[in-house]
């Protein structure tokens, strides 16, 4: 049961500086000063070919020019329609039905327009305000690099120049259309049939439905359960704790031994802090005087606010009143819109116009009988009550026995019955145990060595 606040080291350490000798060191031989053996592996380093490279390639040695001929053009075929006539007629043309189809009427409102022949003559803002201004062009500050040619010819030919023979360049002919749009000369018809078959119809208020009030119930409610019905609380008695007695283990004498803590931690006197006083202020004799050198020193000056720099405006102003109409408010009125009604596609089926029968089937064959429930043959769950006691004698009970429980010897500074040794390099104490054993030719107590942790 001793928990040990030092580390896990070792139990039966003496302090003692560890052995570095193990069974390898002290079997194993040693020989004479041989050197490893050498690597034949070459070392990773360029090696450089001393010889003069020859310009001749397997490709070089190998090939051979051959003439060339042109591929066999093919010839196509002329074409040559053939001679007669064609029948165009199909089972289609001979079994399709041709009916009167008129154009569907899209349901479309009328536009209308609302423009003026007035035109439009005003100078905005920025025209008036805004002043071009005489910039001058900067001049660059880049070092200027003068290219000057080399005064020698460059001789050396190219394989370019050698290898290419110069032909005349044959363009061919484009023949694909010019992309130019054609624009007709007759006006556009904006009138569609949307425009002139639509009709405004207005819409019929909206259906609200009346929300149906809270009826409650007039019978009383029912709160008799199944539980309240079949409970009847019957007499007994609690049941007995099987548990054993917590018998308190200690002793009430008084403590007369040495703690560690009254072992190292000896009172001190302790003298109380001095308490420091604040010196009481004391104002200073005399008036003050509040007059600093900027304030003497300091001229006030007339300073006129800064004026803006702006652009003189040179524009036209009017003393007319400012007209704001435009023509995006003339042209561009509010609609009284309305919301546009669902098209629906006709019923074929008509609605009844008669009061709903709402009588099944089920309703007019169902006859209602009286419902006889079966018989319960399940027991009835009564509990008998018996006057004898219970018995709560048990096996623990009778055979349990106390045992009396040991405290660790680790945790007395000096244990009873053992001597002191020595104290190991982590802090862990050696006791020795002093056992009376009575020899056959001496009659002192042999002591036996036992370690003890605190």
């Known amino acids: 049961r001793h928990r040990c606040p030092h580390k896990p080291t070792r139990i039966y350490d003496?302090?003692?500086?560890?052995?570095?000798t193990t069974e390898y060191v002290e079997k194993y031989p040693k020989y004479s000063n041989i050197s490893p053996p050498r690597s034949l592996k070459p070392k990773q380093e360029y090696q450089v070919h001393r010889g003069r490279m020859e310009g001749i390639t397997t490709f070089k040695s190998d090939y051979l020019p051959y003439d060339i001929v042109k591929r066999p053009f093919w010839v196509q075929e002329?074409?040559?329609?053939?001679?007669g006539e064609i029948e165009m007629g199909t089972t289609y043309q001979k079994d399709y039905n041709a009916h009167k189809i008129q154009p569907v009427t899209l349901v479309r409102p009328l536009e209308r327009k609302h423009t003026t022949g007035g035109k439009l003559d005003t100078i905005p803002t920025y025209q008036d305000d805004y002043r071009s201004w005489e910039v001058q062009r900067r001049e660059p500050s880049k070092v200027e690099h003068i290219y000057?040619?080399?005064t020698e010819k460059f001789g050396n030919s190219t394989t370019f120049q050698?290898?290419?023979?110069?032909?005349?360049?044959n363009p061919r002919k484009s023949f694909k259309p010019p992309?130019?749009?054609?624009?007709?000369n007759v006006p556009f018809d904006s009138t569609t049939s949307h425009r002139t078959s639509y009709i405004a119809h207005q819409l019929e208020p909206k259906f609200m439905r009346s929300?149906?009030?809270y009826k409650p119930s007039n019978q009383p409610f029912e709160d008799l359960t199944t539980h309240r019905n079949d409970f009847r609380g019957l007499p007994g008695q609690l049941a007995?704790?099987?548990?054993?007695?917590?018998?308190?283990?200690?002793?009430s004498a008084r403590f007369n031994g040495v703690t560690e803590f009254q072992d190292r931690f000896q009172p001190w006197l302790v003298s109380l802090p001095e308490v420091h006083k604040t010196k009481e202020y004391v104002p200073p004799a005399g008036n003050m005087d509040f007059n600093s050198t900027s304030h003497l020193d300091y001229i006030k000056h007339e300073i006129s606010p800064a004026v803006p720099v702006r652009p003189v405006s040179n524009g036209r102003r009017a003393n007319a009143p400012f007209q704001g109409n435009t023509t995006t408010k003339e042209d561009f009125k509010a609609w009284g819109s309305c919301r546009q009604e669902i098209i629906k596609k006709q019923q074929e089926i008509p609605k009844p116009m008669g009061?709903?029968?709402?009588?099944?089937t089920f309703k007019s064959h169902y006859i209602p009988h009286q419902i006889i429930s079966a018989r319960s043959f399940k027991p009835v769950h009564a509990i008998v009550p018996n006057s004898a006691p219970f018995q709560d004698e048990t096996m623990y009970r009778t055979e349990y026995t106390p045992k009396k429980q040991d405290t660790c010897p680790a945790n007395y500074p000096s244990p009873p019955g053992y001597v002191y040794v020595n104290t190991d390099s982590q802090g862990h104490k050696f006791f020795r145990q002093l056992t009376p054993e009575l020899s056959k030719s001496n009659s002192n107590p042999i002591p036996k060595e036992v370690a003890v942790l605190s």
């Open 179 to 184: 992309c130019v749009a054609k624009l007709s």
């Open 14 to 20: 003496n302090g003692q500086q560890p052995c570095l």
């Open 355 to 360: 009061k709903f029968y709402d009588l099944t």
């Open 162 to 169: 050698d290898d290419f023979i110069p032909r005349e360049l």
């Open 211 to 213: 929300k149906e009030e």
């Open 78 to 83: 002329e074409y040559k329609p053939k001679t």
């Open 240 to 251: 007995k704790s099987c548990k054993p007695e917590n018998g308190k283990v200690g002793s």
């Open 148 to 150: 000057h040619p080399p």
